[in-house]
């Protein structure tokens, strides 16, 4: 790696990209190098410049140019990355995607097609008034990127015991080399390669092996579907009733979601609600009909109800449902708005056996941590899929360096879980502040093995240097 960028990186970047794509104002170059972690940007990490290019061959040249110049290039979709993904350690250019956000959809083909930048909320919406549903949901939907969701191959609330991951529907990509050459992967047909396939090394890679300029993904008719709710007065037997859903052998819902108590009075008080007196599961089947759905959510109910809950039942009144859904969809957003962006979760995955003992640490996630247990611990998350999300409002005034000891504690802790259960992430991706779980996960071998991809893809480690080394 080159210690300092050649003098005329900017006039380089403008001829390729056109002037108005490039920025090197200190303004851009701090706010394309924050993500969702609390504490500021480094000086001496800030990047030299920002491009928007608005096509693959304008990015297949940024490669070329900063593979010769060994300068590092961070792919940026929207920067909310939750394991520090879109945080740079290094200087280099930042490559926006937002300009490569067109979509189309080939009913004839039985696909859809569009740019890494497209916002994942508009693609939702241009698949849904066509009768079609887009198999992502995070709750970042509204500002999240398909090229971050499909690099990190998140089905997010969805269950992927239900539907699968995205990546399950995604049929090729087009993709630029960190050396600059275009490839394409996968089919335009509709079923996807059996053996080698291409396409596996882009979808959930992290951005470490290229970047993603088109995403080819199959249509999915929208289902029918039906609603329902639990109410316990304990974690373990919201636990319990989950476990007895899988066991009972049910149809897995498409979206199973859950808040303590806490947490639950907190959106039901923001959604005008009479507060739900415990925890609440709220879940949602699909099928071809609406009779159908709402059979899977009555056989769904029979194994909730046999964990004694306070409440249970099909939720028919659509509008209570908005109500009630919102509840919990706007628990993230309203914490980070109430802490100004200071929220900090983490994810911890269950295996189905531990359930109850992992639902009870994970709301327990702070306690005897020195700096993270001085605060409030709130818990949420997408039970149907074995995952909660603890959490805890940083608080502002704190320094940027018990912010940063709040952040690693946070990351320590989640390993030390998951290792424990014998799980992974399954939503926000395996490297950066995540790289000892992979290592203590998969073993040095397994981070050899993906070392060595990237070696061979990228020789100079241009393509978001540091994500696959980590850092403290
Ligand atoms: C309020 C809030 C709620 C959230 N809810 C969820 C949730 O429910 N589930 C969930 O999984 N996540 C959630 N997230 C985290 C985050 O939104 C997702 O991980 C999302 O997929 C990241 O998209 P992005 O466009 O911001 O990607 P970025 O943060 O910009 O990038 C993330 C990673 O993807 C890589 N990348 C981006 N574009 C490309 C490309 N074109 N080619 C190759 N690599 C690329 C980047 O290099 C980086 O490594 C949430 C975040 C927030 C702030």
Request: glycine residues 10%; hydrophobic residues 35%; aromatic residues 8%.
């Amino acid at each position: 790696m080159k210690s300092s960028p050649p003098h005329t990186l900017i006039e380089d970047m403008e001829r390729i990209v056109g002037k108005k794509y490039v920025s090197a104002h200190i303004f851009e170059r701090i706010k394309s190098s924050l993500d969702t972690f609390p504490y500021e940007a480094e000086r001496d990490s800030l990047p030299y410049v920002v491009v928007m290019p608005g096509s693959r061959e304008e990015i297949s040249g940024i490669m070329r140019y900063a593979n010769n110049s060994e300068i590092p290039v961070f792919i940026r979709g929207s920067g909310t990355s939750f394991i520090g993904a879109a945080r740079y350690h290094v200087p280099g250019i930042v490559l926006n995607t937002h300009r490569l956000n067109a979509i189309e959809l080939s009913e004839d083909y039985g696909y859809f097609e569009c740019g890494p930048g497209c916002i994942c909320a508009s693609v939702e919406e241009a698949l849904k008034k066509r009768g079609f549903f887009l198999p992502a949901a995070p709750g970042s939907r509204l500002v999240a990127s398909m090229g971050g969701i499909i690099s990190n191959n998140t089905s997010a609330h969805i269950v992927d015991t239900s539907i699968g991951k995205p990546g399950d529907y995604v049929l090729g990509v087009e993709a630029v080399l960190p050396t600059g050459e275009i490839i394409e992967t996968g089919t335009k047909g509709l079923r996807r390669p059996a053996g080698t396939d291409l396409t596996k090394f882009f979808v959930g890679g992290d951005g470490l092996l290229g970047i993603i300029t088109k995403i080819r993904m199959r249509l999915v008719p929208q289902f029918e579907r039906a609603y329902g709710i639990a109410v316990y007065k304990d974690l373990e037997s919201v636990a319990k009733g989950v476990q007895r859903m899988y066991m009972e052998r049910r149809s897995a819902p498409l979206f199973m979601e859950f808040m303590e108590e806490k947490v639950a009075k907190i959106g039901y008080d923001l959604k005008g609600l009479q507060p739900p007196g415990g925890a609440v599961v709220l879940f949602v089947t699909n099928a071809d009909s609406k009779e159908e759905a709402a059979r899977k959510a009555d056989q769904i109910l029979l194994s909730l109800e046999a964990e004694h809950p306070v409440e249970a039942q099909r939720i028919e009144d659509t509008l209570l449902w908005e109500k009630l859904w919102s509840a919990r969809e706007v628990i993230g957003s309203f914490l980070m708005q109430q802490s100004g962006n200071q929220w900090a979760s983490a994810e911890v995955v269950s295996n189905l056996k531990d359930l109850p003992g992992c639902l009870n640490e994970a709301a327990n996630f702070n306690k005897g941590l020195p700096t993270l247990s001085q605060l409030t611990c709130y818990l949420f998350g997408h039970i149907g899929g074995l995952t909660m999300h603890p959490g805890v409002i940083i608080p502002k005034d704190w320094s940027n360096e018990k912010k940063r000891k709040a952040i690693d504690e946070k990351f320590q802790r989640e390993e030390e879980l998951n290792l424990r259960y014998g799980t992974c992430g399954g939503e926000w991706g395996q490297f950066s502040k995540r790289t000892s779980f992979f290592v203590n996960r998969y073993g040095e071998k397994g981070y050899e093995i993906v070392k060595a991809m990237k070696k061979v893809i990228d020789p100079n480690n241009i393509l978001n240097t540091g994500v696959l080394e980590g850092y403290q």
